[in-house]
C-alpha cells in the first residue's frame, strides 16, 4: 500500500487512549426496519508513532464484556456464546502497522487485523483527524473519528432468527465507529 504519512502534525512518540473523551459504539439493523446502537464501556488503545512512519503501530483492546446497549437483558445476550462468547473470548483486538496507513489531508485509512471470537480477518477503518493541540495542563493531545462495517458471520456471529413476515432479527453488516482522543505520554 502507498505510504503517505505526511501530516503536519506528526508527532513521535507514544499515544495512549483519553477514555473519558472517547467511545467504541456499534450499530446493526434489528427486524429489518430499524438499528440497534451500542458501545463498549472499556477498552485501550496504544498508537506508536515512530520516526519512520512505516514502523508505527496501533493496538487496541476491547473488554467485549462490557458492551453496553441500554438494555441489560440484551447485553447478557450479546455476552453469551451466540454473540461475543465472553468466556472464552474476553476481548476484541486490533493491531495496524504504519506500512498500511494512508493519510491525505486530515483524512486516514487504516488497514488492520480485527480479531474476534478467536477469529482475525483484515478490516479497514476509514476516518478524520480532528486536530492536535497543546491542552491547558500540559498534554498534546490528538482526536479522530473512524468508521468500519464487518460481516458478524465471518467472525463467527451467526445468531439469528427468521421474522414471519421474511427477513431475519438481525442483520449480517455491523458499523463500528471510534471517537478516539489520545494523548501523547510523556
Known sequence: MTQTLLHPNYTV???KIEPVHSEISFQVRHLAISKVRGKFENFDVTIV?????????????????SVNTGQAARDNHLRSSDFFLVEQHPHMLFKATGENITIDGDDFTIVGDLTLRGVTLPITLKGELGGVIDDPYGNVRAGATATTKINRQDFGVSWNTALEAGGFTLGDDVTITLELQVVLQK
Open 13 to 15: 512518540g507514544i499515544w
Open 49 to 65: 508513532t515512530a520516526e519512520d512512519p512505516r514502523d508505527t503501530t496501533i493496538e487496541a483492546s476491547i473488554d467485549v464484556s
